[in-house]
């Protein structure tokens, strides 16, 4: 159905630029009347233009097409039409209705112009690169990807409601509920309907569900772990939620009137810190005004959606500034953003308000309220829908720099619902023409672009202070269209397709201007340091289903095909390749504060789990001591970041528990002593594997006799005779 509809879209919108007097509706109504060859001069007729020879047309209906000619949304199907206008009024045109008529034009200029064949054409990707066929006649598309996806759907909570209740100090939020990052405190029945989040294909949850399954050696499918069940979490992170269970919290501040503002040598750090950090990322307030209104250069308004941007800058501040886990939280100045933040805000509406919002909503997710900030993000898109901030056309008398901070505010919306819909594996909101709609920032500083201006810039051939924004731009609108069809696409791809989607993926990040790429010098290092990390998460997201797959698949990728060999290997090297730019990225004189080590962690833990679940799943891989040495050291590396210590632990625990479950093994001799149960986990896991029964499992795979299996059994390095006997 996606495919389509996209399609019909294509079609609609180049119907739309070559007959922009002949609405489509009105040739769809008249076609129960009328035949092909009619309704077609009547558009030709529209056009105004002199009597052409009568084209070539097929009056019979054209076949179904195929579903060869699938192909993914271009991104610039609309942004074409002007030029279609253009070329259209002309006094020459070329109709190419199909692929066997052709009429020819009736003047020598005809030449010069471009035909509309030619531009549809030029709005599909080559042939060669075409979607692959959603039924492909491989053995390896239906069965070997349908368990994952029925967890994944299986897996689904199903809640009538959900709480986060509310608390004085974010160390008083309740246990049993996600955290910032969506996944370690995810682990039994009760929490998932509690509200916890959809388990999808791109949630560090879904990776750390199936590596306890490959550990205990639990069917995919089968029931989910007993509410009373909390495996691989250290002992101080082991809660359960339940009625008996008392959560005492402090009482909120209470505000006695209009908050006003702290003393600027109280804030100004903060702001400092906000611009420094978030602003830097994503860039949805223009820092020259706040800055001028806060200084008192310019009137502050007084609007109950000013005071929530104000408090909220004021407290993404004092978070992103913490080097420490017991730091300021700015909880104090949410707080009277919260208490700002009024009910009937909702039926008025301000672009001050939607950037308040949105800066809330970061805020919540990366304080333990995930799905408060994911509600709090939701309602600041809705209202920039209904501000009309999703629309670059604007208001006649709105200046330049008005139009490129709505324009900049849209686009960090897209940024932030594409790194949210991710993390927690949910379905994104947004649909694929609004990307269209709207054009891309301009990839410049503030200098570059001031109230006196009255056209916009060029863009800037360096790195500047909204290229990471350009750059989120492009990979959300990649990323989005292309996980529909990967991670939440029913019937589910075939492996085919998922590479072909990965790889369109990379190419695409491989064509940004040079400036966007890896490594490059200039200013803001963490922001574009970030979306390189983005890019490999993403890309390596689309390959996860294989990943996923391919560990529960007895027979092992090489028996299934190349393209699942190189699909497996392209997500492992995605995955050691940000660990290894994480660690250069994180020298002797990295920044310790939370606003980049929270990054950090975030793509330490999803690059370690895709190595973790290879080393679980192919002990004996070539490369299994790298990724345990690399896993090793991603771990030393979350230990030591001391402003989100607490989550960090709680992810650094449960890798290491699931790494010390699964002993190194000499990849030239797999005969190697494995040490007892009770001396390997006695004081970790209640549900630890049965190592000797696993051991017998990893020599049947090696096509041994069971007499081959019997002398091993009765070697000197067996533990215990009795166990093999069985």
């Given at each position: 159905?996606?495919?389509?509809?996209?399609?019909?879209?294509?079609?609609?919108?180049?119907?739309d630029?070559?007959?922009?007097?002949?609405?489509l509706?009105q040739?769809v109504?008249?076609?129960?009347?009328?035949y092909?060859?009619?309704i077609a001069?009547?558009?030709?007729?529209?056009?105004?233009?002199?009597?052409l020879?009568?084209?070539a047309?097929?009056v019979?209906?054209?076949?179904l097409?195929?579903?060869?000619?699938?192909?993914i949304?271009?991104?610039n199907?609309?942004?074409?039409?002007?030029?279609?206008?253009?070329?259209?009024?002309?006094?020459?045109?070329?109709?190419?209705?199909?692929?066997?008529?052709?009429?020819q034009?009736s003047?020598?200029?005809a030449?010069?112009?471009?035909?509309?064949?030619?531009?549809?054409h030029?709005?599909?990707?080559p042939?060669?690169e075409?979607y692959?066929?959603?039924?492909?006649?491989?053995?390896?598309?239906?069965?070997?990807?349908q368990?994952?996806?029925d967890?994944?759907?299986a897996?689904?909570?199903?809640a009538?409601d959900?709480?986060e209740?509310?608390?004085?100090k974010?160390?008083?939020t309740?246990?049993g509920?996600?955290?910032?990052?969506?996944?370690i405190?995810?682990d039994t029945?009760m929490?998932?309907?509690?509200?916890?989040?959809?388990?999808?294909?791109?949630?560090?949850?879904?990776?750390i569900?199936?590596?306890?399954?490959?550990?205990?050696?639990?069917s995919?499918?089968?029931p989910?772990?007993?509410?009373?069940?909390?495996?691989?979490?250290?002992?101080?992170?082991?809660?359960?939620?339940?009625p008996?269970i008392?959560?005492?919290?402090?009482?909120?501040?209470?505000?006695?009137?209009?908050a006003?503002?702290?003393?600027?040598?109280?804030f100004?750090?903060l702001?400092?810190s906000?611009?420094?950090y978030?602003?830097?990322?994503?860039?949805?307030?223009?820092?020259?005004t706040?800055?001028?209104q806060?200084?008192?250069?310019?009137?502050?308004?007084?609007?109950?959606?000013?005071?929530?941007?104000?408090f909220?800058?004021?407290a993404?501040?004092?978070?992103?500034?913490?080097?420490?886990?017991?730091?300021?939280?700015?909880?104090?100045?949410y707080?009277?953003a919260r208490?700002?933040?009024?009910?009937?805000?909702?039926?008025e509406?301000?672009?001050?308000?939607?950037q308040?919002?949105?800066?809330?909503a970061n805020?919540?997710?990366?304080?333990?309220?995930?799905n408060?900030?994911?509600?709090?993000?939701?309602?600041?898109?809705?209202?920039?829908?209904?501000?009309g901030?999703?629309?670059s056309a604007?208001?006649?008398?709105?200046?330049?720099l008005?139009?490129?901070?709505?324009?900049?505010?849209?686009w960090g919306l897209v940024?932030?619902e594409?790194?949210?819909?991710?993390?927690f594996?949910?379905p994104?909101?947004f649909?694929?023409?609004?990307?269209?709609?709207?054009r891309?920032?301009v990839?410049?500083d503030?200098?570059?672009?001031?109230?006196?201006?009255?056209?916009?810039?060029?863009?800037v051939?360096?790195?500047?202070l909204?290229?990471?924004?350009?750059?989120?731009?492009?990979?959300?609108?990649?990323?989005?269209?292309?996980?529909?069809?990967?991670?939440?696409?029913l019937?589910?791809p075939?492996?085919?397709?998922?590479?072909?989607?990965?790889?369109s993926?990379?190419?695409?990040?491989?064509?940004?201007?040079?400036?966007m790429?890896?490594?490059?010098?200039?200013p803001f290092?963490?922001?574009r340091?970030?979306q390189?990390?983005?890019?490999?998460?993403?890309?390596s997201?689309?390959?996860?289903p294989?990943l996923?797959?391919?560990?529960w698949?007895s027979?092992?990728?090489?028996?299934?095909?190349?393209?699942?060999?190189e699909v497996?290997?392209?997500?492992r090297?995605?995955?050691?390749?940000?660990?290894?730019?994480?660690r250069?990225?994180?020298?002797?004189d990295?920044d310790?504060?939370?606003?980049?080590q929270?990054?950090?962690?975030?793509?330490?833990?999803?690059?370690?789990?895709?190595?973790?679940?290879?080393?679980v799943?192919?002990p004996?891989h070539?490369?299994?001591?790298e990724?345990?040495?690399?896993?090793?050291?991603?771990?030393?590396r979350i230990?030591?970041m001391?402003?989100?210590?607490?989550?960090?632990?709680?992810?650094?625990?449960?890798m290491?528990?699931i790494?010390?479950?699964?002993?190194?093994?000499?990849i030239?001799n797999v005969?190697?002593p494995?040490?007892?149960?009770?001396?390997?986990?006695?004081?970790?896991?209640?549900?630890?594997?049965?190592?000797?029964?696993?051991?017998?499992?990893?020599?049947?795979?090696q096509?041994?006799?069971?007499?081959?299996?019997?002398?091993?059994?009765?070697?000197?390095f067996?533990?215990?005779?009795?166990?093999?006997?069985?």
């Amino acid at each position: 159905m996606t495919e389509l509809e996209d399609l019909i879209e294509i079609h609609t919108n180049l119907w739309d630029a070559a007959f922009p007097n002949f609405p489509l509706d009105q040739a769809v109504a008249r076609s129960v009347s009328s035949y092909p060859r009619d309704i077609a001069q009547q558009a030709i007729d529209s056009l105004g233009l002199r009597q052409l020879p009568e084209p070539a047309i097929n009056v019979e209906l054209p076949p179904l097409p195929t579903e060869n000619t699938f192909t993914i949304m271009p991104e610039n199907t609309i942004l074409l039409q002007p030029h279609l206008q253009q070329d259209l009024q002309q006094d020459s045109l070329v109709l190419i209705p199909n692929t066997t008529a052709t009429s020819q034009p009736s003047h020598p200029s005809a030449s010069s112009h471009t035909p509309l064949s030619e531009l549809a054409h030029e709005a599909y990707p080559p042939a060669h690169e075409a979607y692959p066929p959603t039924r492909a006649a491989s053995p390896m598309n239906t069965p070997f990807l349908q368990k994952v996806y029925d967890f994944q759907s299986a897996a689904q909570p199903a809640a009538s409601d959900w709480s986060e209740p509310h608390a004085a100090k974010d160390y008083d939020t309740p246990p049993g509920q996600l955290d910032g990052l969506g996944a370690i405190k995810l682990d039994t029945v009760m929490e998932m309907k509690a509200g916890a989040g959809y388990i999808g294909m791109s949630s560090l949850a879904m990776l750390i569900l199936v590596l306890r399954r490959l550990v205990k050696r639990d069917s995919l499918l089968s029931p989910l772990n007993d509410p009373t069940a909390h495996e691989f979490l250290p002992t101080t992170m082991n809660h359960q939620s339940g009625p008996n269970i008392r959560h005492e919290t402090a009482s909120p501040p209470s505000l006695s009137g209009p908050a006003r503002l702290p003393r600027y040598i109280e804030f100004r750090p903060l702001v400092d810190s906000f611009f420094q950090y978030f602003h830097a990322i994503i860039p949805i307030v223009h820092e020259p005004t706040i800055r001028a209104q806060l200084t008192g250069a310019l009137p502050l308004p007084s609007s109950g959606g000013s005071r929530v941007l104000i408090f909220m800058i004021f407290a993404m501040g004092a978070f992103d500034q913490a080097t420490s886990e017991n730091d300021d939280n700015g909880y104090r100045y949410y707080e009277i953003a919260r208490q700002a933040y009024q009910p009937e805000m909702v039926e008025e509406g301000s672009m001050q308000l939607v950037q308040g919002l949105a800066i809330m909503a970061n805020y919540l997710q990366r304080n333990n309220k995930p799905n408060s900030g994911y509600v709090c993000l939701g309602t600041a898109i809705r209202m920039a829908v209904a501000l009309g901030i999703h629309s670059s056309a604007g208001h006649p008398k709105t200046n330049p720099l008005d139009g490129e901070i709505r324009t900049r505010l849209w686009w960090g919306l897209v940024a932030l619902e594409a790194g949210c819909s991710t993390c927690f594996g949910r379905p994104h909101g947004f649909g694929h023409a609004s990307y269209l709609l709207t054009r891309q920032p301009v990839n410049c500083d503030d200098d570059d672009l001031t109230v006196a201006d009255s056209a916009l810039p060029q863009d800037v051939d360096r790195v500047a202070l909204y290229t990471a924004l350009v750059m989120q731009t492009k990979l959300a609108k990649k990323l989005l269209h292309l996980q529909d069809r990967i991670s939440r696409s029913l019937p589910y791809p075939t492996i085919d397709q998922i590479k072909w989607c990965g790889e369109s993926f990379l190419a695409d990040v491989q064509s940004y201007p040079a400036y966007m790429q890896p490594g490059t010098p200039g200013p803001f290092r963490l922001a574009r340091a970030i979306q390189s990390w983005r890019a490999r998460d993403f890309a390596s997201i689309l390959y996860r289903p294989v990943l996923l797959s391919a560990a529960w698949n007895s027979s092992g990728p090489h028996n299934a095909g190349t393209a699942l060999s190189e699909v497996i290997d392209a997500c492992r090297l995605l995955a050691m390749d940000s660990l290894r730019e994480l660690r250069t990225y994180g020298g002797p004189d990295r920044d310790l504060h939370r606003g980049s080590q929270w990054y950090l962690l975030f793509y330490e833990v999803q690059s370690s789990l895709t190595l973790l679940l290879s080393v679980v799943w192919e002990p004996q891989h070539p490369s299994a001591e790298e990724w345990r040495t690399m896993i090793s050291q991603s771990i030393q590396r979350i230990r030591e970041m001391r402003s989100v210590s607490k989550m960090g632990s709680s992810y650094a625990q449960t890798m290491e528990n699931i790494l010390q479950a699964h002993p190194s093994l000499d990849i030239n001799n797999v005969f190697v002593p494995m040490r007892p149960q009770q001396q390997i986990q006695s004081h970790l896991d209640p549900n630890a594997v049965d190592w000797d029964q696993f051991l017998i499992e990893i020599l049947a795979t090696q096509n041994m006799t069971q007499e081959e299996i019997q002398g091993v059994n009765s070697s000197s390095f067996a533990q215990d005779t009795n166990v093999y006997s069985a």
